[in-house]
């Protein structure tokens, strides 16, 4: 199994390109299940998630072809991807392929709009909390799905097709909302949905859904309003930049000292987060290319933060700015309100020398002088590059182990940070 080698001290200097997003990808890929015609996606990251969805968008029927490299070209753009399902052959999400990543679970929204059935596995995915469903089913139930549970399976059905009614979630959840937003374009009438999550992902889909020939009105807002249409065609998109990604390398660039332009970043969608960083005293800026980060010597000061839904701080930058606290001088607190058990990062920066203390759902981070390089383990993808950032401070080597963490969401990130200076290699069995 592969491990990540770090030798910390080096400063982050350079240019580092952003990749299209994962959170983006994954649901694009999944609502070329809603027509017979070809939704080609441009931009899409290689990431092993990535290609454990092709396997399971493949298994329902779907035909892929990938636009092949050019002589010359950038090692480190994205793919193009063309998905034709031109008929659904299997409306089955087996276990053996859902449990293995969460976000696959999604194919019961275009599964059940377009073939009014599907039997889908109960999702896996990071080992954050419970995560339950009960939110997509009541959604699904609202539009006319009949539910019930089998063996591990979720079985839905509606004979005659969904209707279209109003959806309020109790809760912000990014995955009920593309879930229900794909089972509603092709509901008869109209479908409201309110509460919907917010997340740039989620517009990116309803934007793609509607070059499809679907009608929603609201993207980008808590209320979509989705009127049902017979069928949806073919088009072409391009997969927004990894929002995610940009954060994580801002965070790496500010942990080392330096100067690094994130190439190809959207930092409006990063509001909350450079507000954080801009307490933390980093010189943080959107530019004609991205955005640049900049801290040449200046102190990390200690900030307050907690997650939110967006447009609030994302919860998938929680373990990294943790892992940047570590190394600031005072005493910061970092409140998980998205996820419980979504800290197990903290024991494994423990190792290298942090002093953390968690109180429920809140991190009390004191920062320490020295991160000293050990041996750990990454957790989950998020807590995983959290400990790759403590790594490029920490004195002598660290070696992360269980990259495939790593691996499903962050594209080619050894090669990234080795471009910029940092002193990182992947060490194969
Ligand atoms: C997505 C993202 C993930 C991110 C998360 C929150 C993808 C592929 N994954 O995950 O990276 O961390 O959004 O921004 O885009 N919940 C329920 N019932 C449900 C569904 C969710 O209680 O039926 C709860 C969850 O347990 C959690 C909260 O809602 O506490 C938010 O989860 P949700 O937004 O659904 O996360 P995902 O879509 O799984």
Redesign the pocket.
């Known amino acids: 199994m592969d491990r990540i080698r770090i030798r910390g001290g080096n400063q982050l200097s350079g240019t580092i390109p952003i990749s299209g997003a994962?959170?983006a990808a994954?649901?694009l890929m999944i609502a070329s299940l809603l027509t017979d015609k070809t939704l080609t996606l441009r931009n899409v990251p290689r990431l092993a998630d990535v290609n454990l969805l092709l396997r399971i968008i493949r298994n329902h029927g779907a035909d892929m072809s990938m636009d092949g490299k050019r002589a010359g070209g950038d090692t480190l753009a994205g793919e193009t991807v063309h998905l034709t399902a031109a008929e659904i052959v299997d409306t089955v999400a087996p276990y053996q392929l859902v449990s293995k990543m969460?976000?696959s679970f999604w194919v019961l929204g275009p599964l059940l709009g377009r073939c009014h059935e599907a039997r889908v596995s109960l999702p896996g995915?990071c080992a954050?909390?419970?995560?339950?469903?009960?939110?997509?089913?009541?959604a699904l139930e609202k539009l006319g799905a009949g539910i019930s549970l089998d063996g591990g399976y979720v079985v839905a059905k509606a004979p005659g097709g969904l209707v279209g009614n109003r959806i309020v979630f109790p809760?912000?959840?990014?995955?009920?909302t593309?879930t229900a937003l794909m089972a509603a374009v092709l509901a008869k009438g109209e479908t409201v949905i309110e509460n919907a999550?917010r997340?740039p992902?989620v517009a990116d889909v309803a934007e793609c859904l509607v070059k499809m020939g679907a009608r929603i009105e609201g993207i980008g807002s808590s209320t979509l309003t989705i009127s049902g249409v017979d069928r949806l065609h073919g088009a072409t998109h391009d997969v927004l930049p990894d929002r995610?990604e940009t954060g994580t390398y801002a965070i790496a660039a500010a942990m080392t000292g330096g100067d690094v332009l994130l190439k190809g970043a959207r930092p409006d969608q990063l509001d909350a987060f450079q507000q954080v960083m801009r307490e933390a005293g980093i010189d943080i800026k959107a530019c004609d290319e991205g955005m640049r980060i900049k801290r040449n010597g200046s102190r990390l000061l200690p900030i307050s933060v907690e997650t939110r839904?967006?447009p609030g701080f994302?919860?998938?930058l929680q373990a990294q700015l943790m892992g940047l606290m570590t190394k600031a001088d005072g005493v910061s607190t970092i409140r998980e309100t998205?996820?419980?058990n979504r800290f197990m990062h903290v024991q494994e920066l423990a190792r290298l020398g942090a002093d953390i203390t968690l109180q429920g759902d809140t991190a009390l981070v004191k920062g320490v002088d020295r991160l000293v390089g050990a041996e750990v383990m990454a957790t989950d993808?998020?807590a995983s590059v959290s400990l790759v950032i403590a790594g490029l401070v920490a004195e002598g080597d660290t070696i992360l182990n269980r990259v495939y963490h790593l691996d499903r969401g962050f594209e080619t990130l050894e090669t990234k940070l080795a471009n910029c200076g940092a002193d990182v290699e992947r060490l194969s069995d």
């Open positions: 994962k959170n994954l649901p969460r976000a995915g954050i909390g419970t995560r339950p469903v009960d939110l997509y089913l009541m809760k912000v959840s990014v995955g009920a593309h999550a997340e992902e995610i839904p967006y994302p919860t998938d998205i996820f419980e993808l998020r």
